[in-house]
C-alpha cells in the first residue's frame, strides 16, 4: 500500500486544521491506519487510530477531545480534523497503517512523507 498524506499548513492557536492521508495500491489485510508525529528527533507520538473493520476509534491523551479521525471509502482516505489547535501540536504528521493490533510506530510497516502542521501562538 501506498501513503500520501496532505493538507497540513499554518494557522493560529485556536483554529483548525484537516489532514487527509489516501491510500493506493493494495489495501487488503490493514487492520488500521493511525496518525503520528514527530518533532525534531524526538520520537514519533501516536496521535489517533481508526480500526478498518470495526470503525473503531483511539486517540492519544494530548488530543483527545480535539482531534477526530475518520474514514471515507469513496475517496480512500482516512481523515484526521484537528480543531482547538495549539502551538505545542506543531510537529510533522505522519499516517502509517498497521495490520494488527498495535499504536507502537514500530508495528506500523507502511509509512506515508509526512506533512508540516504549525500551530502559532
Known amino acids: 500500500v501506498q501513503l500520501q498524506a496532505s493538507g497540513g499548513g499554518l494557522v493560529q492557536a485556536g483554529g483548525s486544521l484537516r489532514l487527509s492521508c489516501t491510500h493506493s495500491g493494495r489495501t487488503v489485510g490493514i487492520y488500521a491506519t493511525a496518525w503520528f508525529r514527530q518533532v525534531g528527533g524526538k520520537e514519533r507520538e501516536f496521535v489517533a487510530r481508526f480500526t478498518w473493520r470495526t470503525g473503531q476509534t483511539t486517540y492519544g491523551d494530548s488530543v483527545l477531545g480535539r482531534f477526530t479521525i475518520s474514514r471515507d471509502n469513496v475517496k480512500n482516505t482516512v481523515d484526521l480534523q484537528m480543531n482547538d489547535l495549539k502551538p505545542e501540536d506543531t510537529a510533522v504528521y505522519f499516517c502509517?497503517?498497521?495490520?494488527?493490533?498495535?499504536?507502537?510506530?514500530?508495528?506500523?510497516?507502511?509509512w506515508g512523507q509526512g506533512t508540516q502542521v504549525t500551530v502559532s501562538s
Open positions: 502509517a497503517t498497521a495490520q494488527y493490533n498495535t499504536i507502537q510506530s514500530r508495528g506500523h510497516g507502511y
